[in-house]
């Protein structure tokens, strides 16, 4: 007991100093804190609320319309086998896939709190479904970083493949408990009228895009205060000492504590060295994803009782086979030679979007995604009341 007492004394008396420390930079380093907030406030602003909101409200709407449990019966012979979840979930797959992070893991926790998969089943989905988005890989790492429209359809192929990988992978999570029935799934689920759906969707939006813009902006003014302190170029030495051998140097080594961090941070720091190095090291943080967003899917996870621990092995995964992949691809690959001239003039514009162009694309893709899933949903529909319908004759 007396051991017990100690080490919860002793945390309680880091975390004290860790507070005080930060109080002290934040009062002598007012003005960098400020700026670190304002460049905060315009990657919220220019790429986070009109990428992430109309997502969002999509998601919602797909769960709690019934979308999700329709679209279910048409992906359970993919999704069942594959990756041992019922069709379901096929909707947090490609809405994590399309939306980028975390609309994914938002969609799987909302599929578990409504009833439409089992607690395995989502711990299972939240290893693999949240993912960096396309628009995110293309602009802002393709174009934006390595100045090529076809490094950045590279990086988007392997961390969708990696994503996939690691689902495979997590299919053995709990061999003994299989996909959930559909006959479970309707007993469970009610379905929202659409004003009742849309409104509440909406709102719901809103508060979790605020609260992610929350976690972006601290991590923004904690990377700047570490890097002033010097705490940053610390860690970076001993990493720099423990790996050099290995050919990782201390510029490489701050690189990868900054992405570890908050991914947008990490890869706008991968301006210099090789190619290679650059591009393995993007698509480690691209499917690590950051501290930053794994507190954004933490605030999701509240006290769902799912497992964090299961999400995290699989981020850890997924930057991991991402690393290897492009590795293994780089020799492979002429990556001068362009995809296609109309894919890199796409991504170079998308690397200068406003807050109005950004919406607007946000927008159509999400309508888009929207019909598309609506569209597999009725087809589902049909077939299921022309079975019906030949069991009765």
Not at 164 to 170: K, P, R
Not at 250 to 259: E, Y
Not at 265 to 278: C, D, E, K, N, P
Request: with cysteine; net charge positive.
């Amino acid at each position: 007991m007396g051991r017990l007492v100690g080490k919860r004394q002793y945390r309680e008396l880091l975390l004290a100093l860790g507070l005080l420390c930060a109080a002290l930079a934040l009062v002598l380093w007012p003005g960098e804190a400020m700026g670190a907030m304002r460049d905060g406030l315009k990657l919220c602003g220019n790429v986070i609320v009109p990428s992430l909101f109309p997502f969002f409200v999509l998601s919602s709407l797909v769960v709690e319309l019934g979308m999700s449990r329709y679209l279910g019966r048409l992906f359970q012979p993919v999704m069942a086998p594959l990756f041992r979840v019922n069709g379901a979930c096929a909707s947090a797959l490609a809405l994590g896939f399309v939306g980028g992070y975390p609309v994914g893991a938002r969609t799987a926790i909302s599929l578990y709190q409504s009833g439409q998969c089992s607690k395995t089943e989502a711990e299972r989905l939240l290893a693999f479904c949240n993912n960096s988005g396309p628009a995110f890989i293309f602009g802002v790492v393709g174009a934006g970083i390595f100045g090529s429209g076809a490094l950045g359809l590279l990086l988007y192929l392997v961390h969708m493949a990696a994503s996939l990988l690691v689902g495979l992978l997590f299919r053995f999570y709990r061999p003994g408990e299989g996909p959930r029935s559909g006959r479970l799934q309707g007993v469970q689920f009610q379905t929202a009228s659409f004003p009742t759906a849309f409104t509440h969707s909406v709102a719901g939006a809103l508060a979790s895009t605020l609260n992610i813009c929350a976690f972006v902006l601290f991590f923004t003014v904690i990377i700047r205060m570490l890097s002033l302190t010097g705490v940053l170029t610390g860690l970076a030495r001993l990493l720099s000492l423990l790996f050099g051998p290995l050919g990782f140097d201390q510029s490489w080594a701050r690189r990868l504590l900054t992405g570890v961090l908050e991914v947008s941070s990490g890869v706008s720091s991968l301006t210099g060295g090789s190619l290679s190095g650059r591009l393995s090291m993007a698509a480690f943080m691209l499917g690590w994803a950051g501290l930053s967003v794994h507190c954004q899917v933490l605030a999701f996870l509240g006290d769902s009782g799912l497992s964090m621990r299961t999400y995290l092995v699989g981020k850890l995964l997924h930057g991991g086979l991402s690393a290897a992949l492009l590795g293994l691809l780089v020799p492979l690959l002429p990556l001068e030679a362009p995809v296609s001239a109309y894919l890199a003039e796409q991504t170079e514009l998308l690397a200068a979007l406003d807050f109005q162009r950004a919406l607007t694309i946000s927008t159509a893709s999400a309508w888009g995604t929207w019909l598309l899933l609506f569209a597999l949903a009725l087809q589902a529909v049909k077939k299921s009341s022309g079975k019906k319908r030949l069991r009765g004759v």
